[in-house]
């Protein structure tokens, strides 16, 4: 089992940047793969980009591509989600989310994560 908490929302003006983190608890976080996803009110939770638990493969959404980059640092129990280029509609809830072996692909839905941390706000002002 593993507990997950983000940090590193905020607001920030079109353009501008965020990171994000994922700090893991629990054993063998190595062994889980991490998804971000982002809900934004009365809409799924749409995942946005994935790494493998190994972090050799990643997974990107069409809409972020080239602007978001995942990665991770197993001996600190974290991934990140590096965002530039901010634009107003990446506003949202953002969560990562995690499996333990689950293959990376975007298109994976939110119910087969087993693992959620508890989510935190990204605001871009126009």
């Known amino acids: 089992q593993v507990q997950l908490v983000e940090s590193g929302g905020g607001l920030v003006q079109a353009g501008g940047s965020l990171r994000l983190s994922c700090a893991a608890s629990?054993?063998?976080?190595?062994?889980?793969?991490v998804g971000w996803f982002r809900q934004v009110p009365g809409e799924e939770r749409d995942l946005v980009a994935v790494i493998s638990w190994s972090g050799d493969r990643t997974g990107y959404t069409d809409s972020v591509k080239g602007r978001f980059t995942i990665s991770r640092d197993n001996a600190k129990n974290t991934v990140y989600l590096q965002m530039n280029s901010l634009k107003s509609e990446d506003t949202a809830v953002y969560y990562c989310a995690a499996d333990r072996y689950r293959t990376p692909r975007i298109g994976l839905s939110g119910n087969e994560f087993p693992y959620w941390g508890q989510g935190t706000q990204v605001t871009v002002s126009s």
């Open positions: 629990g054993r063998s976080f190595s062994t889980y793969t």
